[in-house]
């Protein structure tokens, strides 16, 4: 594998930080903006809100993926169960006592979200975190392939 | 506050995914590359390996700073209270019940690491997890006022 591969022309990497309202915002106006579709890839998903972004995005004809970890989609308050069921959002969850831990997500096969942030009400309001987001090719490549091969191992929730 | 901002030229954006002993390899490497500073702002750090990365670069001059959640300094095998007590690097803590929850590390002002990945075994072994790489200075310069930030509110641990 090459690393440090230049990211070239147009691309952008902007973090931002929790707790913060407007951090917040942008990544709900991200979650909205997405037309085509939205590879989700999270530990855990417990805000309304955001579950709502991700409910309106498949009403609008996004088509939605979503992997997750098994032992935490069956917590209390869990919106991945929902999503799954409700919904019918495809999802798999890694069947594993080891932590399906990434926070990622892809948007139209062309940004990528990452960092440290779960999606709860706790990173919003509570905790430090930061969320990574950039339109590299490269980088949204990488987590495409991530996305896949975690997609291809796992079962159906 | 202006997200999108163009990266500029001769910037990568290097997602790596766990678990990898080849993004191990890389992780280790560039904490080894270490020559000036180390700002590190983790959740927990209990891989002994990547202790040792810490504490060699503190004896090869690096100026080592280290962020961490209270709570979790006070876990069982948790290195950070080593760190701190025993190699004199200067350590604070949140002194919160939320999670200081950010997962990244600033080396020598010129790179920055964040994501999934917190400093632990399971992260490494187990877990599956994504940390990404970017010389952006854009980046760097937000995650470097990130941690003053954080660095000014908190206590000395
Ligand atoms: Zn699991
Ligand atoms: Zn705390």
């Known amino acids: 594998m090459t690393y440090n591969v230049e990211a070239g022309a147009g691309v ?6 929790f707790p ?8 709900l106006s ?6 085509k579709s939205m590879d989700i890839c999270v530990f ?7 579950t709502r972004a991700i409910t309106q995005a498949v009403e609008r004809g996004v088509k939605v993926r979503i992997i997750s970890d098994d032992d935490k989609s069956e917590d209390l308050g869990s919106d991945v169960k929902r999503l799954a069921r409700d919904y019918n959002i495809p999802t798999r969850v890694d069947g594993s006592e080891a932590h399906m831990h990434h926070k990622f997500v892809i948007i139209d096969d062309s940004l990528v979200i990452n960092g440290s942030y779960n999606w709860t009400k706790g990173a919003r309001f509570d905790n430090r975190e930061d969320l990574t987001l950039t339109n590299s090719g490269k980088a949204v490549q990488a987590f495409k392939s991530e996305f896949a091969k975690l997609w291809s191992a796992f079962e159906a929730y």
Chains 1, 2 share one sequence.
């Open 12 to 17: 952008f990497v902007s973090p931002v930080f």
């Open 30 to 35: 991200t979650l909205n903006s997405a037309k």
């Open 20 to 27: 913060s309202e407007e951090s917040y915002g942008h990544l």
């Open 44 to 50: 855990t998903i417990t805000d309304d809100q955001i």
